[in-house]
């Protein structure tokens, strides 16, 4: 706080120690300075009428103002002046108090944020809900199996929620995802002979932890109903690796063998349009899904994005 004459430029004439040390400034480098002559350092012209308001008791409320130190860092600071009277009811002091709202002002910034993106994430899940309803729903079947294709599919979306949930939406790792992509299926529960997975935790991106566990799920659900997990000797190699030759880029194997023949499906359903079309308008990748006499084979070449474009 300080007190100011009502001479014009309302000079300081006190300074307490929280002032001093919320703007930088010496004592003496305060005293009987013109208080406007300090604020003309660190504010900008918009702010002066209203400090000069504020001393004339014409604001409404307490203006913040955006001020700056005497070693040019920045805060934010609400100012409430109230005039001090005489016995005749004259004004002859001032009485300005700050309160330093930068912490507050950051805070609010960071919930904006943080609502930004939580609608974000709102809208992309929403929108994924609505690509898995719409896709069960496309082609006749029988009730109960439209409701399993739904359930199944927003369960790993949901269980993917909850692992990048518990490293506070910053991404996952690649080996934890796929563990939390298979571990639902019964048939890999206890069975580790039956398959093989090979690479480091390469760091994901929600967006694209996402978008690969959904691919995950796909295959493992195909494999479990008609591939290498249909039958008692079935075995899958999952692997992969990251090159940057020119960008980062994952290049993810699924491989199946010794399961039953294989021959390509007559149409194509919502697995396949999520591995080879939505990995690829999601992410920008590439995706290749054969289906070899000896087993369904997928490759996935999609960008590793840096933390600045995630």
């Given amino acids: 706080m300080i007190f100011t004459d009502v001479e014009p430029g309302h000079p300081v004439i006190f300074a307490n120690d929280a002032f001093l040390k919320l703007t930088g400034y010496a004592r003496e480098e305060v005293l009987a300075k013109s208080f ?3 604020l003309a350092l660190g504010v900008d012209s918009e702010t002066m009428p209203i400090v000069e308001a504020a001393f004339g008791g014409e604001c409404d409320r307490d203006p913040e103002i955006h001020y700056k130190r005497k070693n040019g860092s920045e805060f934010w600071a609400s100012m409430f002046v109230s005039p001090v009277c005489d016995e005749s009811g004259t004004v002859v002091q001032h009485f300005v108090s700050f309160a330093d709202l930068t912490d507050h002002r950051q805070d609010n910034a960071r919930c904006k944020m943080l609502i930004d993106e939580l609608n974000h994430r ?20 029988e009730p109960e199996a439209i409701r399993e294709a739904i359930e199944s599919r927003i369960l790993a979306l949901s269980r993917s929620h909850d692992l990048l949930t518990n490293s506070n939406w910053e991404g996952a790792g690649l080996h934890d995802l796929v563990d939390t992509a298979l571990h639902p299926f019964e048939v890999v529960a206890g069975h580790g002979e039956r398959f093989t997975i090979v690479g480091d935790n390469v760091h994901l991106s929600p967006k694209t932890a996402l978008s690969v566990a959904i691919a995950l799920h796909e295959l493992a659900t195909n494999a479990v109903k008609y591939g290498a997990f249909s039958n008692d000797a079935g075995k899958i190699a999952i692997d992969w690796t990251v090159s940057s030759a020119v960008e980062d880029r994952l290049v993810l194997r699924w ?11 007559t149409h194509k359903g919502f697995g396949s349009w999520v591995i080879e079309r939505g990995l690829a308008h999601e992410l920008g990748g590439k995706v290749t899904l054969e289906y070899l ?12 994005p840096t933390e600045a474009n995630e």
Wanted: charged letters at 15%; aromatic letters at 0%; a positive charge.
């Fill in 36 to 38: 406007q002559s300090l």
């Fill in 122 to 141: 709102v809208k992309n899940t929403l929108s994924t809900v609505q690509s898995i309803v719409t896709q069960a729903l496309r082609r006749p079947a």
């Fill in 255 to 265: 491989r199946e063998r010794d399961g039953p023949p294989v021959t390509p499906p």
């Fill in 293 to 304: 006499s000896h087993g369904v084979a997928c490759t996935i070449d999609i960008p590793v």
